[in-house]
């Protein structure tokens, strides 16, 4: 049976973030999601789910886009950085 994502309002926001980041530094690379996915060994419709922020991707599988995408995990990361507010005292 087909699995139903949950609509995006409902969707973690660091899964968007992260999704949208991928899907820039691939855009940037000039990969296609196709290509992207095979680069990476995973699923294309796989792949469009984290993109689209719908999958709770494993470690394993994060780790294959940042090295498709030739960075660093802490380069990659800093995509999804927030800025800090200062804090009240």
Do not use: H, W
């Not at 940037?28 to 290509?35: I, L, M, N, P």
């Not at 498709?68 to 380069?75: F, N, T, V």
């Amino acid at each position: 049976m087909a699995r139903n994502p949950p609509p995006p309002e409902n969707r973690q926001p660091i899964l968007l973030a992260f999704g949208a980041a991928v899907r820039q530094r691939r855009k940037d690379k000039g990969f296609s999601q196709e290509a992207f996915a095979d680069e990476c060994e995973i699923d294309r419709s796989y792949m469009g789910g984290v993109e689209r922020g719908e999958r709770n991707i494993a470690l394993t599988n994060v780790e294959k886009i940042i090295s498709a995408l030739g960075l660093q995990p802490s380069d990659f990361f800093k995509a999804l950085d927030k800025p800090v507010k200062d804090k009240v005292q």
